[in-house]
C-alpha cells in the first residue's frame, strides 16, 4: 500500500532568485512562500518574530497573501488549522513559551490529518526564561507536547539556506502525509546572517483532494483525500475519535484503534522518504559525534579539531529529529567506540542515542545549558575526559 497520493509539481519560484544576504528567521519565511503558503497566523515573540515581519513584507509582494496577528499563540495555531481546511497552505512561528500554548491544537491537527507548519525556534527555559539566548530545551516537546503519544514529524536547520529549504520540506511532508511538522530551530540560526539562495525553480507538493472518505485508508492509499470547505463536501470535523467519514465516535474502541494504528502506519512507512541525516569526517572513526542544529555546527568544527590532533572522528546530524532516525544512527554507531551526543541541554538527544546505540560503544554527552552556544572546546573537553577513561 502506497502511503500517499500527493501531487509533485515544479513551478517557477514566486520570489526574485539568486544569492542573498539574509537572516536564517528570514530564509524561513521565504521557505514558506516558495512552497506555496499563502496564510501565517500568529503573536510576535522572540526570537521568532522576524518570521512573521517577513512574511508580511513577502505577502505583499505576491497574490493571495493573508496574514492575521492573533491575540495569542492559542488562536494563532487555530486560526492556521481552519485556513488549511478551506485549502491554503498555512503556518505560524513561534519560541519556547508560546509552544506550550499551541500543544493542545497541535493534537488537534494531528487527529483532524490537518497539514501545516509550525516553526519553533527555541530559547532557554522554562518558562520566559532568556527570551534572547540559544537553547535546544524542546527536543522532546515538539514530539510529546501534546498528549496522547501520535506521531508528527519534526526537522532541524543548521544554516540559514536549510531555515528556507526546510521549510520548503516542511510544507512538502505536512502536505503529503497530513500531518503538522514542526521545525525546529534555535535562536543561534535563527539569527545568523549569511549567503543563502533562492533557486529559480521549487519542487512542491500539493495534498490529495480526490475522491474517498476524508478520515480513512482507501484501498491503495494510507493517507485519506483533504477536501476543503466550500467544495460542496459535507465536512465532519472533530478532535474526538472518529469514524471514516468524521461521526463522532468517542466511546468506540474499534475506531480508535483503526485511528492510531493509521496515523502511525502512514509514517512509518514513510519512513525512507520523511528521515534524512548527514554524516561527515573520516571513514574509519573511534568517536562519533551526534548533533541537530546549531549544536552540529559546533560539533562540525570540534570534528576537524579532534582529527587534527589524531582522533578519528565523524559527525552525525540529524536533519530530520522525528521520527528519529533509529536505523541510520545505529549502523553509524556499530562502527565507533565512543558515542558523543552534542546538545545545548541537560541531556535530551542523549537518552535517544543511549536507547538506539548498541552496547559496545561508550556513550557520553556535551552539554550546555547556561544560554550560551555550545562551542568546540565543550565538546573536545568531553572527549578526551572520555578517552583518558
Known amino acids: 500500500m502506497v502511503p500517499t497520493k500527493a501531487k509533485r509539481r515544479v513551478i517557477k519560484s514566486p520570489l526574485k532568485s539568486g544569492v542573498y544576504f539574509r537572516q536564517g528567521n528570514e530564509a524561513c519565511a521565504d521557505g514558506a512562500i516558495l512552497a506555496g503558503c499563502r496564510f501565517y497566523a500568529g503573536y510576535p515573540i522572540t526570537p521568532s518574530s522576524e518570521i512573521m515581519i517577513r512574511i508580511i513584507r513577502r505577502f505583499k509582494e505576491i497574490k493571495g497573501g493573508n496574514f492575521l496577528q492573533m491575540e495569542d499563540e492559542i488562536s494563532s495555531i487555530a486560526a492556521v488549522v481552519g485556513a488549511s481546511w478551506a485549502g491554503v497552505k498555512s503556518m505560524t512561528?513561534?519560541?519556547?513559551?508560546?509552544?506550550?500554548?499551541?500543544?493542545?491544537?497541535?493534537?488537534?491537527?494531528?487527529?483532524?490529518?490537518?497539514?501545516?507548519?509550525?516553526?519553533?525556534?527555541q530559547r532557554v527555559g522554562p518558562s520566559t526564561g532568556q527570551?534572547?539566548?540559544?537553547?535546544?530545551?524542546?527536543?522532546?516537546?515538539?514530539?510529546?507536547?501534546?498528549?496522547?503519544?501520535?506521531?508528527?514529524?519534526?526537522?532541524?536547520?543548521?544554516?540559514?539556506?536549510?531555515?528556507?529549504?526546510?521549510?520548503?520540506?516542511?510544507?512538502?511532508?505536512?502536505?503529503?502525509?497530513?500531518v503538522p511538522v514542526i521545525l525546529l530551530a534555535d535562536q543561534v540560526?535563527?539569527?545568523?546572517?549569511?549567503?543563502?539562495?533562492?533557486?529559480?525553480?521549487i519542487e512542491i507538493c500539493d495534498r490529495y483532494s480526490g475522491d474517498g472518505n476524508p478520515f480513512g485508508a482507501m484501498e491503495d492509499c494510507l493517507v485519506p483525500?483533504?477536501?476543503?470547505?466550500?467544495?460542496g463536501k459535507k465536512l465532519l470535523i472533530t478532535g474526538s475519535t472518529h469514524d471514516e467519514i468524521g461521526i463522532r465516535c468517542a466511546s468506540s474502541p474499534v475506531e480508535q484503534a483503526k485511528l492510531g494504528e493509521r496515523f502511525h502506519a502512514k509514517l512509518e512507512t514513510a519512513y525512507d522518504d520523511i528521515v534524512e541525516v548527514e554524516k561527515s569526517g573520516e571513514k574509519d572513526y573511534d568517536v562519533l559525534l551526534v548533533a541537530f542544529g546549531i549544536s552540529a555546527r559546533t560539533a562540525y568544527d570540534a570534528m576537524f579539531e579532534l582529527n587534527g590532533d589524531g582522533v578519528n572522528t565523524a559527525l552525525f546530524r540529524l536533519k530530520t529529529v522525528w521520527p528519529f532516525p533509529e536505523r541510520e544512527l545505529k549502523e553509524a554507531a556499530e562502527r565507533a567506540k565512543y558515542?558523543?551526543?552534542?546538545?545545548?541541554?541537560?541531556?535530551?538527544?542523549?537518552?535517544?542515542?543511549?536507547?538506539?546505540?548498541?552496547?559496545?560503544a561508550v556513550v557520553d554527552a556535551a552539554l550546555r545549558y547556561d544560554g550560551e552556544a555550545i562551542e568546540p572546546s565543550d565538546i573536545v573537553k568531553v572527549v578526551e575526559k572520555v578517552l583518558r577513561k
Open 225 to 231: 483525500p483533504m477536501p476543503r470547505f466550500g467544495d
Open 93 to 121: 512561528a513561534t519560541s519556547g513559551p508560546g509552544f506550550s500554548l499551541m500543544q493542545e491544537n497541535i493534537g488537534y491537527a494531528i487527529m483532524t490529518e490537518t497539514p501545516c507548519v509550525v516553526v519553533d525556534i
Open 189 to 201: 540560526v535563527a539569527h545568523l546572517y549569511e549567503k543563502s539562495e533562492i533557486p529559480e525553480e
Open 339 to 360: 558515542v558523543i551526543s552534542c546538545e545545548m541541554s541537560h541531556g535530551l538527544l542523549v537518552r535517544e542515542v543511549e536507547r538506539v546505540v548498541c552496547k559496545d
Open 131 to 178: 527570551a534572547t539566548r540559544p537553547a535546544q530545551g524542546d527536543f522532546y516537546q515538539a514530539r510529546f507536547g501534546s498528549h496522547g503519544g501520535f506521531p508528527l514529524i519534526a526537522l532541524s536547520p543548521w544554516s540559514a539556506q536549510e531555515m528556507q529549504d526546510l521549510t520548503i520540506r516542511a510544507f512538502n511532508l505536512a502536505e503529503k502525509y497530513r
